[in-house]
């Protein structure tokens, strides 16, 4: 995969490229990034990308021409080009999946009070990765194009992503790391029975409670199984102790803490 990043500051980029997924995924040859500075491009006599909106208005807008010359540049009949825009459709983890087939990407950043409105139509699509305010979509890019190559075969393991926060509909279960108790807060016993099945379906009881609890709007998407249903049940009448998991914890007593 191929993803072009269209800005102003290509500075912004510099951590991002040289740490962790992103660096090893580059470093196997799995993406290729490619940051182009936006000001390269421009014919203003004064190296100017910005100016006053015509009409009058606060702030500077993007022009169009340097815009537009960058995008022609820097892209191919294969690559599909994103605007960062509050007019977007909200980014989701069903988008990067989407974007993780197309052979090019290209990402535009703006800046200041906008882009002039002629450009969108030199782009594909608009994303907004949420209703808040932004300097610019410089940050907005990275955490597409960080969903999108996170999800490449070979940047990290198929078992790691199947067990995502979304990847299913549900947040995550709950995660814990040694030691076993601290300050007086343990693990819980089942995760150390060594029974697979039991600790599947206890983890997945704690999805959909904690689902229902932090994010009912997922939660209100979810097609549930016949075990979610008797799970759920298990929550609403409060039964942390269930026979299902007494049975787990007899059966693996000599492994639990």
Same mark, same amino acid.
């Given at each position: ?27 196997? $040859? ?10 390269? *491009?421009?014919?203003?006599? *004064? ?8 009409? $009058? ?6 022009? @169009? &021409? ?42 535009? @950043? $703006? ?42 075969? $070979? ?19 709950? &995660? *814990? ?14 995760? *150390? ?33 016949? &075990? ?17 998991? &007494? ?11």
């Amino acid at each position: 995969m191929k993803i072009t990043i269209l800005t102003l500051f290509p500075d912004m980029f510099n951590g991002f490229k040289e740490n962790s997924i992103i660096k090893r995924a580059i470093g196997k $040859g799995l993406v290729e990034v490619n940051i182009v500075n936006i000001r390269d *491009y421009t014919l203003d006599k *004064y190296g100017r990308v910005d100016t006053p909106p015509i009409g $009058g208005g606060a702030g500077l807008v993007m022009k @169009c &021409q340097p815009i537009v010359d960058a995008i022609r540049k820097n892209s191919t009949n294969k690559s599909h080009k994103i605007m960062l825009s509050p007019r977007g459709k909200t980014y989701t983890e069903k988008r990067a999946y989407e974007l993780k087939n197309e052979e090019e990407i290209l990402l535009l @950043c $703006g800046h200041y009070e906008g882009i002039d409105e002629r450009v969108n139509e030199y782009v594909d699509e608009q994303i907004s990765i949420g209703d808040y305010i932004l300097t610019g979509g410089e940050l907005g890019a990275m955490v597409i194009a960080d969903s999108v190559i996170r999800l490449l075969d $070979g940047a990290i393991s198929e078992v790691s992503l199947d067990e995502e926060s979304f990847t299913n509909g549900l947040l995550e279960y709950p &995660q *814990y790391t040694e030691p076993d108790d601290y300050e007086g807060k343990k693990v819980p016993n089942i995760l *150390y029975t060594g029974n697979h099945t039991a600790i599947e379906k206890y983890r997945r009881k704690q999805s959909l409670e904690l689902t229902k609890k932090f994010r009912p709007d997922l939660f209100n998407k979810i097609e549930l199984s016949k &075990q979610d249903k008797k799970l759920l049940k298990e929550i609403e009448e409060g039964d942390n102790n269930p026979k299902w998991m &007494q049975e787990a914890l007899e059966k693996g007593k000599k492994f639990t803490k």
